[in-house]
């Protein structure tokens, strides 16, 4: 009797298979916890929370989204192009920093106001009945 007939039949070894099951069963886990609607963001607000005219600071998520003219929703960075700080004020179509006071349109996010030189980033949103999310 030879050595290569007492040594079992090659194959996968159990930590392998285990392996993959559970890869396997971790794919079905996530996909059924998917939404149907994969266009589906971040909820920001109702566009009635929006002025028009003005907007509304959503600082946790970093954006500011404003309503320059009635049913037109616009969003930008709440960062400040100067130095970096968070904007924290909307009155009369100007977005304001408190840091060294420069002030940005609320239609574009361009600088009214020095001493930002750049525009506010815009951001993507989507608004879908009453609905604005962060996309």
Request: proline share 4%; hydrophobic share 40%; glycine share 12%.
């Amino acid at each position: 009797m030879s050595s290569a007939s007492l040594q079992p039949a090659s194959g996968p070894a159990r930590r392998t298979v285990m392996a993959a099951a559970g890869a396997a069963g971790l794919t079905a886990a996530l996909t059924a916890c998917g939404s149907e609607d994969d266009s589906s963001g971040t909820a920001l607000a109702k566009t009635s929370d929006i002025p028009e005219g003005g907007g509304k600071i959503f600082a946790d998520q970093g954006v500011v989204v404003t309503q320059p003219t009635a049913g037109t929703f616009k969003a930008f960075s709440s960062k400040c192009t100067h130095a970096g700080c968070a904007v924290t004020g909307i009155t009369n179509g100007v977005i304001t920093c408190p840091c060294h006071k420069s002030e940005f349109s609320v239609a574009d996010g361009s600088v009214k106001k020095g001493p930002a030189t750049q525009a506010l980033a815009a951001e993507s949103i989507k608004v879908s009945g009453d609905s604005i999310t962060l996309a």
